[in-house]
């Protein structure tokens, strides 16, 4: 057994951070030797911005490390959060590297808002808020989901939760591992990361990835290639101070699969190969992001973080969309489903997004007696704009069960029946005041508030956008039943969309949201387990009514939706052979004030999910691993219109660990979807001919080098 805990330890050893106060205060870190692969509790970087443990945080939290995702062998920001309760997916439009998750019966991207129904992915990329930006999960050392709103933290966003990427961190000991990935359906996925100190003091660390990941699908004409370069270089300047720096480009080229409808109460009865996306080109993305971080230990209890990230991209979104309605007056659809119309719709053949924040965290430790406070005092600024003319154009009609797609024309074969050079704008400054106080009995109390100053729209060039201020606050408390068992209670609101003008100019309301949960959370004394239960209330406001804006052009913020729900999270090392991550979520949704939908459930919330992801170790070189994946029944519109059936899907792993030249080495294969169920992930809330299939049973087999 040492000799594989060694063998595998090396393995992850390259993606195994090593996070210690003095690395959150500036200090160089010193080097850990690891004893072995262990599935243990990983503790979040960014759920308080502060070092405050997960056991004394008020609020559920879960993480996805890099073990779990290597084990499942992880390609997709989805496929991550599946372990977490309360997590689901929506419908994407930007491939499989852009999902667009469900929190706690909320989707992570607004679109009752003013603005273009094909929203993009929204996520945090280490602390920051990131659209439209794909996921490379070769670079990822965990997946952190912090439920309900966080506003007062990480400014306005919506109140489902938060989903936070953890990139891998650089390391002192110079290495190199190589990672390649063969599967069915042309899956092929070749990672090489690697770095090291490049100084005799260690002081200078350099890094390098590269990775590339390509896959077609068994859905017809879908296909999905990221390539991705990256540089990280991190300088301990002085025992206090520590620069960090980083670069990437990711070239993101995608034919998105726009699903199958609905017909009736129920999906369509369509082969699973079927689908109306067969754009003569591939959509295209060039993204670079540029990330800078200055840390500084000002004393023994006061330090100062500067963080600065700069994201912009290149686009051509040129995908052939399926719609029942019919935009073009044409009579080549008539509404139910079969035929469908097909379009180039909000087709961008050349825009570009940008993104920047720039933050200000000083941190401290004040004590008087027996009460501590630690105190966060952050200030940041946020700026996103996507821009660029989007075109509509008729193609024409299919029948759903005898589809025929010759001579489709490209974009620019076509006739354009509008064009709308709308941008998406984004904007807000934030100061925000946290202080956990500590009273040295077992109780903590956390006390936040934050201000913002947001202005967004979905706008033309010169209309002046829509500008709202907004205070925030959060209470929580925290009590020690005994070292390693807490009783948690919070309350806290949030600012979510801003809703920008409407087509007669007027600026609509805010959507905000408010939440009351209560927990328990355990870790077990060696700290190999942990496990949160937690009850919630969440309610979002001012949802946008449309029922009077395709006849007067004006949107009614009156609407008021509601998630109530119960979710267990626990992962951990049960024995030292065996390991596991497992969830459970009871979600209960309603639309509760709302002139067309009041009553209704919200869409892809299903009432039970859970997840099991359990590992084995059989002997010193042979490891095994499965996994079950549950999603109830769903309701796959906002009309509750159809409903998606539950299913129950079904992975499965094995690895052997060997050596190569006196180095470690590991291979594995993977089975996803074991049985072959036909299931379906998600559905655009507001359409009911999106609804997206998953994948069938598929095989891969990885090959893990270290160096």
Same mark, same amino acid.
């Given at each position: !057994?040492?000799?594989?805990?060694?063998?595998?330890?090396?393995?992850?050893?390259?993606?195994?951070?090593?996070?210690?106060?003095?690395?959150?205060?500036?200090?160089?870190?010193?080097?850990?030797?690891?004893?072995?692969?262990?599935?243990?509790?990983?503790?979040?970087?960014?759920?308080?911005?502060?070092a405050i443990p997960n056991l004394l945080t008020p609020q559920a939290i879960q993480v996805v490390p890099v073990e779990v995702l290597q084990d499942q062998q992880v390609f997709t920001l989805s496929d991550a959060t599946r372990n977490v309760s309360g997590v689901t997916t929506d419908f994407g439009f930007n491939g499989l590297t852009q999902p667009l998750l469900v929190l706690r019966g909320f989707p992570s991207t607004s679109m009752t808002a003013f603005g273009s129904m094909l929203g993009a992915s929204n996520y945090y990329l280490d602390g920051t808020r990131v659209s439209g930006l794909p996921v490379n999960m070769t670079d990822v050392q965990a997946v952190e989901v912090l439920k309900g709103p966080n506003s007062v933290l990480f400014g306005r966003g919506e109140p489902g939760g938060v989903v936070n990427v953890v990139t891998k961190p650089l390391r002192a000991t110079p290495g190199l591992e190589f990672v390649q990935t063969l599967g069915e359906y042309g899956l092929s996925s070749t990672s090489l990361n690697g770095g090291g100190a490049v100084n005799d003091d260690k002081t200078l660390l350099v890094g390098g990835s590269a990775s590339y990941y390509t896959t077609d699908s068994v859905r017809d004409f879908v296909e999905e290639k990221l390539a991705s370069v990256g540089l990280k270089v991190q300088w301990q300047a002085s025992p206090n101070t520590t620069v960090s720096a980083s670069a990437d480009y990711l070239d993101h080229r995608y034919r998105n699969d726009y699903g199958i409808p609905a017909i009736g109460n129920t999906v369509a009865n369509l082969p699973l190969h079927t689908q109306f996306n067969n754009a003569p080109e591939l959509s295209h993305i060039e993204s670079r992001v540029l990330r800078l971080e200055v840390a500084h230990r000002l004393s023994d209890n006061w330090s100062l973080k500067a963080k600065a990230i700069s994201f912009d991209a290149d686009m051509r979104e040129v995908?052939?969309?399926?719609?029942?309605?019919? !935009?073009?007056?044409?009579?080549?659809?008539?509404?139910?489903?079969?035929?469908?119309?097909?379009?180039?719709?909000?087709?961008?053949?050349?825009?570009?997004?940008?993104?920047?924040?720039?933050?200000?965290?000083?941190?401290?430790?004040?004590?008087?007696?027996?009460?501590?406070h630690n105190l966060l005092i952050s200030a940041d600024a946020y700026r996103a704009k996507k821009k660029g003319i989007t075109l509509f154009s008729a193609i024409g009609g299919v029948d759903i069960y005898h589809p025929v797609f010759t001579n489709t024309p490209k974009l620019g074969d076509t006739v354009v029946l509008d064009a709308l050079d709308y941008v998406d704008y984004n904007n807000w400054q934030g100061l925000s005041v946290q202080d956990q106080i500590d009273f040295g009995n077992g109780l903590n109390l956390v006390l936040a508030v934050r201000h913002d100053k947001a202005e967004a729209g979905y706008i033309l060039p010169g209309v002046t956008t829509n500008t709202v201020e907004?205070?925030?606050?959060?209470?929580?408390?925290?009590?020690?039943?005994?070292?390693?068992?807490?009783?948690?209670?919070?309350?806290?609101?949030?600012?979510?969309?801003?809703?920008?003008?409407? !087509?007669?100019?007027?600026?609509?309301?805010?959507?905000?949201?408010?939440?009351?949960?209560?927990?328990?959370?355990?870790?077990?004394?060696?700290?190999?387990?942990?496990?949160?239960?937690?009850l919630y209330e969440l309610i979002k406001k001012n949802r946008a009514d449309f029922t009077l804006y395709y006849v007067t052009g004006e949107i009614l913020t009156t609407g008021e939706a509601r998630s109530r729900g119960l979710e267990v999270d626990v992962i951990g090392e049960v024995t030292p052979a065996l390991s596991l991550i497992?969830?459970?979520?009871?979600?209960?949704?309603?639309?509760?004030?709302?002139?067309?939908?009041?009553?209704?459930?919200?869409?892809?919330?299903?009432?039970?999910?859970?997840?099991?992801?359990?590992?084995?170790?059989?002997?010193?070189?042979?490891?095994?691993?499965a996994g079950l994946f549950y999603q109830g029944d769903r309701y796959g519109d906002i009309g509750n219109t159809f409903v998606m059936p539950?299913?129950?899907?079904?992975?499965?792993?094995?690895?052997?660990?060997?050596?190569?030249?006196?180095?470690?080495?590991?291979?594995?294969?993977?089975?996803?979807?074991?049985?072959?169920?036909?299931?379906?992930?998600?559905?655009?809330?507001?359409?009911?001919?999106?609804?997206?299939?998953?994948?069938?049973?598929?095989?891969?087999?990885?090959?893990?080098?270290?160096?």
């Open positions: !057994m040492k000799t594989y805990l060694l063998m595998t330890a090396a393995m992850t050893a390259l993606t195994t951070p090593v996070v210690s106060q003095a690395a959150e205060a500036g200090e160089a870190t010193t080097e850990v030797v690891v004893t072995g692969r262990k599935l243990l509790p990983a503790r979040t970087t960014e759920a308080n911005r502060t995908d052939i969309t399926a719609y029942r309605m019919d !935009m073009a007056m044409s009579g080549a659809c008539d509404g139910d489903g079969n035929p469908l119309c097909r379009y180039y719709y909000y087709a961008r053949p050349d825009g570009s997004n940008s993104m920047g924040q720039y933050a200000l965290d000083l941190t401290g430790k004040i004590t008087a007696g027996d009460i501590t907004y205070t925030s606050p959060r209470a929580g408390l925290v009590w020690s039943l005994s070292p390693n068992q807490t009783l948690y209670a919070q309350a806290q609101s949030s600012l979510a969309a801003n809703n920008g003008r409407d !087509m007669l100019g007027k600026a609509v309301d805010p959507e905000t949201a408010k939440q009351t949960e209560i927990g328990y959370k355990y870790q077990a004394p060696d700290g190999k387990l942990s496990a949160t239960v937690a497992a969830s459970y979520a009871y979600t209960d949704t309603e639309v509760t004030q709302d002139a067309n939908y009041q009553g209704k459930a919200l869409a892809n919330a299903p009432e039970h999910a859970a997840s099991l992801w359990a590992t084995y170790s059989v002997s010193e070189k042979w490891r095994v691993g539950a299913y129950t899907r079904v992975d499965a792993m094995v690895s052997r660990a060997f050596e190569v030249s006196g180095k470690p080495a590991l291979i594995q294969l993977n089975v996803n979807n074991l049985f072959d169920e036909r299931y379906y992930t998600g559905s655009h809330q507001f359409v009911q001919d999106w609804v997206q299939p998953g994948s069938p049973r598929t095989a891969s087999v990885t090959l893990r080098l270290a160096y």
